[in-house]
Protein backbone atom coordinates (compact mmCIF):
# COMPACT_ATOMS: atom_id res chain seq x y z
CA UNK A 1 0.00 0.00 0.00
CA UNK A 2 1.03 3.67 -0.91
CA UNK A 3 -0.09 6.65 1.46
CA UNK A 4 0.51 10.44 0.84
CA UNK A 5 0.56 12.69 4.36
CA UNK A 6 -0.75 16.23 4.42
CA UNK A 7 0.50 16.98 8.10
CA UNK A 8 2.23 20.38 9.47
CA UNK A 9 3.55 18.79 12.32
CA UNK A 10 7.19 17.27 11.48
CA UNK A 11 6.73 14.76 14.14
CA UNK A 12 3.78 13.30 14.17
CA UNK A 13 4.31 12.95 10.44
CA UNK A 14 7.59 11.22 11.08
CA UNK A 15 5.73 8.85 13.42
CA UNK A 16 2.86 8.21 11.19
CA UNK A 17 5.65 7.30 8.76
CA UNK A 18 7.80 4.96 10.62
CA UNK A 19 4.35 3.71 12.01
CA UNK A 20 3.12 2.88 8.63
CA UNK A 21 6.61 1.32 7.48
CA UNK A 22 6.40 -1.14 10.58
CA UNK A 23 3.24 -2.40 9.00
CA UNK A 24 5.33 -2.62 5.52
CA UNK A 25 3.13 0.54 4.46
CA UNK A 26 4.95 3.00 1.97
CA UNK A 27 4.91 6.44 2.52
CA UNK A 28 5.28 8.28 -1.16
CA UNK A 29 5.52 11.47 -0.29
CA UNK A 30 5.00 14.17 3.05
CA UNK A 31 3.57 17.71 2.90
CA UNK A 32 2.90 20.16 5.24
CA UNK A 33 0.03 21.95 3.56
CA UNK A 34 -3.21 21.56 1.35
CA UNK A 35 -1.61 22.64 -2.22
CA UNK A 36 1.66 20.26 -1.66
CA UNK A 37 -1.38 17.53 -0.55
CA UNK A 38 -3.50 18.19 -4.13
CA UNK A 39 0.36 18.06 -5.86
CA UNK A 40 1.54 15.30 -3.96
CA UNK A 41 -1.40 13.06 -4.85
CA UNK A 42 -1.46 14.01 -8.38
CA UNK A 43 2.11 12.85 -8.97
CA UNK A 44 1.88 9.35 -7.03
CA UNK A 45 -1.74 8.52 -7.03
CA UNK A 46 -1.35 6.58 -4.12
CA UNK A 47 -3.77 4.54 -2.16
CA UNK A 48 -4.74 6.95 0.54
CA UNK A 49 -4.27 10.33 2.08
CA UNK A 50 -4.06 10.62 5.18
CA UNK A 51 -4.66 14.63 5.88
CA UNK A 52 -5.11 17.09 9.20
CA UNK A 53 -7.61 18.97 9.00
CA UNK A 54 -6.30 22.06 10.09
CA UNK A 55 -2.84 23.31 8.30
CA UNK A 56 -1.22 26.44 6.83
CA UNK A 57 -1.46 29.21 6.64
CA UNK A 58 -4.76 30.10 8.91
CA UNK A 59 -5.12 26.51 10.65
CA UNK A 60 -8.90 26.34 10.21
CA UNK A 61 -9.96 24.27 7.31
CA UNK A 62 -7.28 24.31 4.68
CA UNK A 63 -6.66 20.20 5.10
CA UNK A 64 -10.55 19.55 4.77
CA UNK A 65 -10.67 21.40 1.46
CA UNK A 66 -7.58 20.16 0.06
CA UNK A 67 -9.15 17.16 0.83
CA UNK A 68 -12.48 17.69 -1.07
CA UNK A 69 -10.53 18.79 -4.03
CA UNK A 70 -8.69 15.78 -4.41
CA UNK A 71 -11.93 13.71 -4.31
CA UNK A 72 -13.53 16.61 -6.78
CA UNK A 73 -9.95 16.37 -9.48
CA UNK A 74 -9.30 12.59 -8.44
CA UNK A 75 -12.91 11.02 -7.85
CA UNK A 76 -12.73 7.72 -5.64
CA UNK A 77 -9.36 8.82 -4.00
CA UNK A 78 -9.62 7.02 -0.64
CA UNK A 79 -9.22 9.81 1.87
CA UNK A 80 -8.69 9.71 5.82
CA UNK A 81 -8.97 13.04 7.50
CA UNK A 82 -7.33 13.36 11.02
CA UNK A 83 -8.65 16.00 13.76
CA UNK A 84 -7.55 17.15 16.87
CA UNK A 85 -11.13 17.96 18.10
CA UNK A 86 -14.67 16.20 17.08
CA UNK A 87 -15.76 18.80 14.48
CA UNK A 88 -19.02 17.49 12.61
CA UNK A 89 -19.21 19.74 9.79
CA UNK A 90 -16.33 18.32 8.42
CA UNK A 91 -17.01 14.81 8.35
CA UNK A 92 -20.46 15.63 6.97
CA UNK A 93 -18.92 17.74 3.91
CA UNK A 94 -16.16 15.10 3.29
CA UNK A 95 -18.78 12.45 3.25
CA UNK A 96 -21.34 14.07 1.27
CA UNK A 97 -19.18 13.45 -1.56
CA UNK A 98 -19.53 9.94 -1.35
CA UNK A 99 -18.85 7.54 1.34
CA UNK A 100 -16.58 5.28 -0.31
CA UNK A 101 -13.05 4.89 0.84
CA UNK A 102 -13.95 7.65 3.22
CA UNK A 103 -12.64 8.09 7.48
CA UNK A 104 -12.32 10.78 10.18
CA UNK A 105 -10.64 10.20 13.14
CA UNK A 106 -9.48 11.81 16.02
CA UNK A 107 -5.54 11.72 16.21
CA UNK A 108 -5.88 10.41 19.80
CA UNK A 109 -6.76 7.32 17.89
CA UNK A 110 -3.36 7.21 16.00
CA UNK A 111 -1.95 5.83 19.65
CA UNK A 112 -3.75 2.54 19.24
CA UNK A 113 -1.08 1.19 16.29
CA UNK A 114 -3.93 -1.70 15.75
CA UNK A 115 -7.16 0.13 15.49
CA UNK A 116 -5.52 3.22 13.45
CA UNK A 117 -3.69 0.67 10.88
CA UNK A 118 -7.25 -1.11 10.40
CA UNK A 119 -8.73 2.10 9.95
CA UNK A 120 -6.14 2.73 7.37
CA UNK A 121 -6.54 -0.52 5.36
CA UNK A 122 -10.35 -0.78 5.52
CA UNK A 123 -10.86 2.97 3.94
CA UNK A 124 -7.61 2.20 1.55
CA UNK A 125 -10.05 -0.84 0.29
CA UNK A 126 -13.05 1.31 -0.10
CA UNK A 127 -14.87 1.45 3.35
CA UNK A 128 -15.98 4.20 5.21
CA UNK A 129 -14.32 4.95 8.93
CA UNK A 130 -16.14 7.78 11.26
CA UNK A 131 -14.32 8.06 14.68
CA UNK A 132 -16.89 6.52 17.44
CA UNK A 133 -17.19 10.31 19.12
CA UNK A 134 -18.56 12.11 16.18
CA UNK A 135 -20.66 9.87 15.98
CA UNK A 136 -21.85 10.30 19.81
CA UNK A 137 -21.69 13.89 19.14
CA UNK A 138 -24.39 13.62 16.16
CA UNK A 139 -26.60 11.74 17.76
CA UNK A 140 -26.68 14.37 20.54
CA UNK A 141 -28.37 17.08 18.10
CA UNK A 142 -31.25 15.40 16.67
CA UNK A 143 -33.77 17.83 15.47
CA UNK A 144 -37.38 18.01 14.63
CA UNK A 145 -38.09 16.37 11.13
CA UNK A 146 -35.47 14.74 10.83
CA UNK A 147 -35.42 11.30 8.72
CA UNK A 148 -33.91 9.31 11.50
CA UNK A 149 -37.08 9.86 14.10
CA UNK A 150 -38.58 6.43 13.31
CA UNK A 151 -35.98 4.74 14.01
CA UNK A 152 -35.84 2.48 16.94
CA UNK A 153 -32.41 3.20 20.28
CA UNK A 154 -31.28 -0.21 19.02
CA UNK A 155 -31.46 0.78 15.05
CA UNK A 156 -30.00 4.09 15.78
CA UNK A 157 -26.96 2.02 17.28
CA UNK A 158 -26.91 -0.28 14.38
CA UNK A 159 -26.88 2.67 11.82
CA UNK A 160 -24.27 4.34 14.00
CA UNK A 161 -21.64 1.43 14.03
CA UNK A 162 -22.50 0.93 10.09
CA UNK A 163 -21.28 4.75 9.81
CA UNK A 164 -18.21 3.95 11.61
CA UNK A 165 -17.38 1.36 9.26
CA UNK A 166 -18.27 -2.05 11.21
CA UNK A 167 -19.61 -4.99 9.26
CA UNK A 168 -22.44 -6.87 10.21
CA UNK A 169 -20.72 -9.08 12.53
CA UNK A 170 -19.04 -6.87 14.02
CA UNK A 171 -21.91 -5.54 14.74
CA UNK A 172 -23.44 -8.35 16.38
CA UNK A 173 -20.05 -8.87 18.51
CA UNK A 174 -20.42 -5.20 19.39
CA UNK A 175 -23.96 -5.69 20.55
CA UNK A 176 -24.26 -9.84 21.49
CA UNK A 177 -26.92 -10.22 18.95
CA UNK A 178 -26.73 -12.51 16.25
CA UNK A 179 -26.09 -11.53 12.59
CA UNK A 180 -29.65 -12.59 11.46
CA UNK A 181 -30.88 -9.80 14.13
CA UNK A 182 -28.74 -7.45 12.45
CA UNK A 183 -29.40 -7.71 9.21
CA UNK A 184 -33.16 -7.07 10.13
CA UNK A 185 -32.07 -4.07 11.64
CA UNK A 186 -30.46 -2.79 8.63
CA UNK A 187 -33.29 -3.88 6.47
CA UNK A 188 -35.28 -1.90 8.50
CA UNK A 189 -33.61 0.94 8.74
CA UNK A 190 -33.49 0.60 5.02
CA UNK A 191 -37.18 0.65 4.69
CA UNK A 192 -37.61 3.39 7.41
CA UNK A 193 -35.26 5.70 4.92
CA UNK A 194 -36.99 5.16 1.93
CA UNK A 195 -33.68 3.03 0.32
CA UNK A 196 -35.45 0.62 -1.86
CA UNK A 197 -33.16 -2.39 -3.70
CA UNK A 198 -34.02 -0.76 -6.98
CA UNK A 199 -32.96 2.48 -6.13
CA UNK A 200 -29.86 4.08 -7.80
CA UNK A 201 -26.82 4.23 -5.07
CA UNK A 202 -25.70 1.72 -2.45
CA UNK A 203 -28.06 1.46 0.06
CA UNK A 204 -25.35 1.30 3.02
CA UNK A 205 -23.63 4.05 2.19
CA UNK A 206 -26.65 6.11 1.49
CA UNK A 207 -27.99 5.17 4.82
CA UNK A 208 -24.71 6.56 6.67
CA UNK A 209 -25.10 10.03 4.50
CA UNK A 210 -28.63 10.02 6.24
CA UNK A 211 -27.29 9.56 9.47
CA UNK A 212 -24.31 11.59 9.05
CA UNK A 213 -26.45 14.66 7.11
CA UNK A 214 -29.37 14.48 9.60
CA UNK A 215 -28.36 12.93 12.98
Do not use: C, W
Amino acid sequence: MRVVIAEDSVLLREGLVRLLEDESIATVAQVGDGPGLLAAVEEHRPDLAIVDVRMPPSFTDEGLRAALAVRERLPGTPILVLSQYVEERYATDLIGGGAEGVGYLLKERVSDVAEFVDAVRRIAAGGTVIDSEVIGQLLGRRRAGDPLKDLTPREHEVLGLMAQGRTNGAIAADLVVTEGAVEKHISSIFAKLGLQPAGGGHRRVMAVLTYLGHA
